[in-house]
């Protein structure tokens, strides 16, 4: 994957938390990480990608962070329900953001989320994927891109 | 007022257009979380305005515009989605959406999108 290629994704991070009230958010240096063993908090929003790319696009994120950011997005309600809602949102809206670049070939799907184990994320063994390190307030979190290209 | 059905399959963004309106001169009348919510609850509820998500299970958001075209093509339609190409943009305005909204947006953003689209209406 090219450097121009993660950029999409950091862009699309950086464009949602702007969009909060606390809107500083720090990314750490992107990383390479075997997929037998994802990364992975307590809540994980996965977006399926088809087309050029294939492969998947999540976010995760511990309890406490997705509390957090319910509150500043101005939602009272921060129990287990909206914090699933939240995890899938952002990776959709960080995945589907990624068309202003790649174009309407880019198909997402809607997302899955998943709670806790990291063994409920399927990725293609034979691939790495690339995380990007989100920290926000005094949480961290991450966006995973486990893309190929055809 | 004018009505006004809001369609996302997440919670949080209804919720978040739905507060947005307090004050104003639109009524939420009804949400819904799918393209097939939507249609029924549009019979029911007749509204002027609809926002509309495009990425949702069973039904999408372009193949639920078609269908509210066929229901009562007046309709006032702001799309507002993550999905930021052009094409699906252009998509969306051929099949009846007047107004495009990108996620992540902010309740000014919002705010104007919904003025700009319901601006010579009678409320």
Redesign the interface.
């Not at chain 1, 959709?92 to 953001?97: C, D, E, H, R, V």
């Given at each position: 994957m090219s450097e121009a290629t993660l950029q999409v994704f950091i862009d699309g991070v950086v464009?949602?938390f702007?969009?909060t009230s606390d809107k500083e958010v720090k990314l750490g240096t992107p990383y390479l990480i075997d997929n037998n063993a994802p990364a992975a908090f307590d809540y994980t929003g996965i977006i399926g990608v088809s087309g050029p790319y294939r492969g998947c696009v999540y976010f995760t994120a511990p309890r406490a962070l997705l509390r957090h950011l319910?509150l500043s997005?101005?939602?009272p309600?921060t129990g287990t329900?909206?914090m699933i809602?939240?995890v899938?949102?952002v990776a959709?809206?960080?995945?589907?953001?990624a068309?202003?670049e790649?174009?309407?070939e880019?198909m997402?799907?809607?997302p899955v989320v998943v709670q806790g184990a990291p063994d409920s994320i399927h990725l293609p063994k034979s691939l790495r994927s690339y995380v990007i390190p989100v920290y926000w307030k005094a949480y961290s979190a991450a966006v995973v891109i486990s893309l190929t290209s055809y | 007022m004018l009505k006004l059905m809001i369609v996302d399959d997440s919670n949080i963004i209804r919720r978040k257009i739905e507060r947005a309106q307090q004050g104003s001169h639109i009524q939420v009348v009804a949400t819904a979380r799918n393209g097939n919510d939507a249609l029924a609850e549009f019979k029911k509820h007749q509204p002027d305005v609809v926002t509309m998500d495009l990425t949702m299970p069973e039904m999408d958001g372009i193949e639920c515009i078609e269908e509210l075209m066929k229901l009562n093509p007046e309709t006032l339609i702001l799309v507002i989605s993550a999905l930021s190409d052009k094409a699906t943009g252009i998509e969306a305005l051929h099949k009846g959406a007047r107004g495009f909204l990108c996620k992540p947006f902010d309740e000014e953003k919002l705010g104007n999108a919904l003025k700009e689209l319901t601006e010579g209406l009678h409320v």
């Open positions: 464009r949602y702007e969009h319910l997005l101005g939602e309600e329900e909206n809602d939240l899938g949102e959709n809206t960080i995945s589907g953001n068309r202003s790649f174009g309407n880019f997402i799907s809607v | -």
